[in-house]
């Protein structure tokens, strides 16, 4: 597979996942594209439009509740990340945080990470290759992996922050 | 051309079973132009949704496997009764337009 056509892959993936698309069904709007590529040799680009405008034909409408269920642990992401961080560096500094001892800050960002954890396991279903069977997308151990390494670096950006600038 | 598509699309898998670059060829070798992928796929999405055809994917010989579509009976019931509407419609219009090279 070239460069451009995996690229392609990516982007209809994720227009697609935006749009609402369940997996099976990206799985083989993807599928189509690769194999008829594969058979015309033409850039998928070229042959299907923009993958952000290929996938606006498929799209799906959320419902107010689904809407809701990704707003709230963007936002919980955010607060999370911010008493992390406000927590590490009062720890550093050994001063408290919002009045409250800086471990105990840390702690509410950590707690605070598993509902977001949940939420984006649970909405970030691997999509199948109906041709092989095969995920085509990071399961969710590798997504889990992926978010809290984001975390850790974030923690740790603060932590030589902090003890730089003390 | 945009309008018969999803009739002329039908009218090819009703011959054989086929897949979508096949059939994007066989369009072109009937004059009718050349069908872009993304404007091909929605199509066959399409009649698979209306169950016209039903679809499979199969092993190629070192590909990445194809998709193929196959007529269902409703399908070629369907293009059965709008080929009829089709070909009525093209003989009412037909009457109305001048003959090539006539000078109206």
């Known amino acids: ?81 911010f008493f992390v961080a406000v927590g590490i560096i009062g ?5 408290p945080a919002f009045g409250l001892p800086a471990w105990v800050v840390l702690a509410a960002g950590l707690v605070l990470w598993i509902p977001v954890l949940v939420s984006v396991l649970r909405q970030s279903v691997p999509v199948p290759d109906p041709r092989t069977g095969r995920w085509i997308t990071a399961g969710p151990a590798v997504t889990a992996v992926g978010m809290s390494g984001a975390l850790v670096a974030i923690a740790v950006a603060c932590w030589g922050l902090a003890v730089l600038t003390s | 051309m945009r309008a018969t598509l999803p009739l002329t699309v039908l009218a090819v898998v009703a011959e054989e079973e086929t897949y979508g670059y096949a059939i994007a060829q066989r369009l072109q070798a009937a004059g009718l132009g050349a069908v872009k992928g993304g404007t091909l796929y929605p199509v066959l999405n399409r009649l698979e949704q209306d169950e016209l055809v039903t679809s499979s994917w199969r092993e ?45």
């Open chain 2, 60 to 104: 190629g010989a070192g590909g990445p496997g194809r998709k193929f579509f196959t007529v269902t009976p409703h399908g070629r019931a369907h293009l059965a009764e709008r080929a009829a509407a089709w070909h009525t419609f093209t003989e009412r219009a037909a009457g109305l337009l001048p003959s090539v090279g006539s000078p109206r």
């Open chain 1, 1 to 81: 597979m070239t460069t451009s056509t995996d690229t392609y892959r990516r982007e209809l993936v994720q227009a697609l996942r935006a749009g609402n698309v369940p997996p099976e069904r990206i799985g083989e709007i993807v599928a189509e594209v690769e194999s008829h590529v594969a058979d015309t040799g033409e850039d998928p680009r070229e042959a299907f439009g923009p993958a952000r405008d290929y996938a606006a034909g498929f799209r799906r409408p959320r419902s107010r509740a689904s809407v809701a269920a990704s707003v709230a642990p963007t936002l919980l992401c955010a607060l999370s990340g």
């Open chain 1, 91 to 95: 720890l550093v500094d050994g001063e």
